[in-house]
Nanobody, 123 residues
Framework: QVQLVESGGGSVQAGGSLRLSCAAS????????MGWFRQAPGKEREGVAS??????DKYADSVKGRFTISKDNNYNLSLQMDDLTPEDTGVYYC??????????????????WGRGTLVTVSS
């Protein structure tokens, strides 16, 4: 099992930046892909960014050029979020999978989830 704990959420004004972190523990050596998802009030969870063990990344069109996903050798994950808009508001979740080898924004591909951290962007 892989355990994930997010941190770094908070409130920011539009145009500002936040950096989210995700600390991974457990059987991280079996992790092939990690990702960030978010869920806005009243909406479904959506994939934001993903990165494979080899470093290949993938982004949702809505965040391309503004968000950057990265990981270290210990599978700790980060999400640098710049030029935030109110539409970026939501609970952000870190996820990992031992079953999927390609960067994916599909929630069904992930086998471990953190509890989430809230990001609020005001206009």
């Amino acid at each position: 099992q892989v355990q994930l704990v997010e941190s770094g959420g908070g409130s920011v004004q539009a145009g500002g930046s936040l950096r989210l972190s995700c600390a991974a523990s457990g059987y991280t050596y079996r992790t092939y892909c990690m990702g960030w998802f978010r869920q806005a009030p009243g909406k479904e969870r959506e994939g934001v960014a993903s990165i494979t063990r080899a470093g290949t990344d993938k982004y949702a069109d809505s965040v391309k050029g503004r968000f950057t996903i990265s990981k270290d050798n210990n599978y700790n994950l980060s999400l640098q979020m710049d030029d935030l808009t109110p539409e970026d508001t939501g609970v952000y979740y870190c996820a990992a999978t031992t079953n999927w080898y390609i960067a994916s924004l599909g929630a069904s591909h992930y086998t471990a989830w953190g509890r989430g951290t809230l990001v609020t962007v005001s206009s």
